[in-house]
């Protein structure tokens, strides 16, 4: 059997505070090389934090921290120049053009004259940025101007790229244009390790997710394994009336249904499979008894989250 893959990332019992209050407590992660790892969790679970301890910004408290094998206590420079960084405010100059700010960034990475070049034409090409690259960076959309961003943070050609919460802010349209950004980059071999309060985001990118509360991991796994960790799942039948009503309401009884008069619905624990549809549909049509509509619930990462941590990953506003 072949050796396992070195990782991309490991950390191991990582801590950090600030003064008296404890922000991470003991973090435990092992990332897979070539694959995008989330992670998700509210604001102020610690994960800006992560962020830039991983990325070599700031120092641990305690733990290890490996890159791609290196330690980042002991060879900060060797892991600088395996990692690329977006975090969650631009580093586009705005006075800048978009191919300068490719070539400023090249140099400050000492990249020589030829490689920035050839690089900045391959990321402008990459990233849909050539009609706009003669322009002003200050002029770019917000959805232009991250997918700038990013491909400043990958001019050094980094084998692990840390994306805080890269979206935020960001319409529809421009966040799932980078989504595909995103995706092309693991299939060229990048690894990505993504942070993010979007729960849709983290379940259409992430191979493996990782549920961040309060400075500790609270689950990890891949989207699918959480979403089986959480209650929930339910269909939803619409009758007629309440006569229809009270009959599906006694074919169903033994069954933990939960029956609701006002709306004439009845909400029935399942999972969803279609196999519990079609048997469930097929016992009131044995009993004559005709739904008017059927919706399936099925829990998703934001389930998981309300069931592991008592609170939603976004937070209320604040009046």
Same mark, same amino acid.
């Given at each position: 059997?072949?050796?396992?893959?070195?990782?991309?990332?490991?950390?191991?019992?990582?801590?950090?505070?600030?003064?008296?209050?404890?922000?991470?407590?003991?973090?435990?992660?092992?990332?897979?090389?070539?694959?995008?790892?989330?992670?998700?969790?509210?604001?102020?679970?610690?994960?800006?934090?992560?962020?830039?301890?991983?990325?070599?910004?700031?120092?641990?408290?305690?733990?290890?921290?490996?890159?791609?094998?290196?330690?980042?206590?002991?060879?900060?420079?060797?892991?600088?120049?395996?990692?690329?960084?977006?975090?969650?405010?631009?580093?586009?100059?705005?006075?800048?053009?978009?191919? @300068?700010?490719?070539? %400023?960034?090249? #140099?400050?990475?000492? !990249? =020589?004259?030829?490689? $920035?070049? /050839?690089? +900045?034409?391959?990321?402008?090409?990459?990233?849909?940025?050539?009609?706009?690259?003669?322009?002003?960076?200050?002029?770019?959309?917000?959805?232009?101007?991250?997918?700038?961003?990013?491909?400043?943070?990958?001019?050094?050609?980094?084998?692990?790229?840390?994306?805080?919460?890269?979206?935020?802010?960001?319409?529809?349209?421009?966040?799932?244009?980078?989504?595909?950004?995103?995706?092309?980059?693991?299939?060229?071999?990048?690894?990505?390790?993504?942070?993010?309060?979007?729960?849709? @985001?983290?379940?259409? %990118?992430?191979? #493996?997710?990782?549920? !961040? =509360?309060?400075?500790? $991991?609270? /689950?990890? +796994?891949?989207?699918?394994?959480?979403?089986?960790?959480?209650?929930?799942?339910?269909?939803?039948?619409?009758?007629?009336?309440?006569?229809?009503?009270?009959?599906?309401?006694?074919?169903?009884?033994?069954?933990?249904?939960?029956?609701?008069?006002?709306?004439?619905?009845?909400?029935?624990?399942?999972?969803?499979?279609?196999?519990?549809?079609?048997?469930?549909?097929?016992?009131?049509?044995?009993?004559?008894?005709?739904?008017?509509?059927?919706?399936?619930?099925?829990?998703?990462?934001?389930?998981?989250?309300?069931?592991?941590?008592?609170?939603?990953?976004?937070?209320?506003?604040?009046?």
């Amino acid at each position: 059997m072949p050796p396992e893959p070195q990782p991309a990332l490991t950390t191991r019992g990582l801590t950090k505070s600030f003064g008296d209050q404890p922000v991470l407590t003991g973090i435990d992660l092992s990332v897979r090389a070539g694959t995008v790892f989330a992670l998700l969790g509210p604001n102020g679970a610690g994960k800006t934090t992560l962020v830039r301890i991983l990325a070599t910004l700031s120092k641990p408290d305690g733990g290890e921290v490996r890159v791609f094998g290196h330690d980042l206590r002991r060879e900060p420079a060797a892991v600088r120049a395996r990692i690329g960084v977006t975090g969650q405010y631009s580093a586009v100059d705005d006075v800048l053009t978009g191919v @300068e700010n490719l070539r %400023l960034t090249g #140099r400050l990475l000492h !990249l =020589d004259r030829e490689v $920035i070049a /050839a690089r +900045g034409a391959e990321l402008l090409e990459r990233f849909d940025l050539v009609d706009v690259a003669d322009r002003r960076a200050g002029t770019y959309s917000g959805g232009l101007r991250r997918r700038l961003d990013l491909a400043m943070s990958l001019m050094g050609s980094p084998d692990l790229i840390f994306l805080d919460e890269p979206t935020t802010g960001l319409d529809p349209r421009s966040r799932r244009d980078l989504w595909r950004v995103i995706q092309r980059l693991t299939a060229d071999g990048v690894t990505v390790f993504l942070t993010t309060q979007y729960l849709e @985001e983290a379940d259409q %990118l992430a191979d #493996r997710v990782a549920l !961040l =509360d309060h400075g500790a $991991i609270v /689950a990890e +796994g891949t989207p699918e394994e959480l979403k089986q960790r959480a209650p929930g799942g339910h269909i939803r039948l619409r009758f007629g009336d309440q006569r229809v009503l009270a009959a599906a309401a006694r074919a169903l009884e033994g069954r933990a249904a939960v029956t609701d008069v006002d709306q004439l619905t009845v909400q029935v624990p399942s999972d969803g499979n279609a196999g519990d549809v079609k048997r469930l549909l097929d016992h009131f049509e044995d009993l004559d008894i005709t739904v008017e509509q059927l919706t399936v619930h099925i829990p998703d990462l934001d389930d998981v989250f309300f069931a592991l941590t008592g609170h939603p990953t976004q937070p209320a506003p604040v009046a």
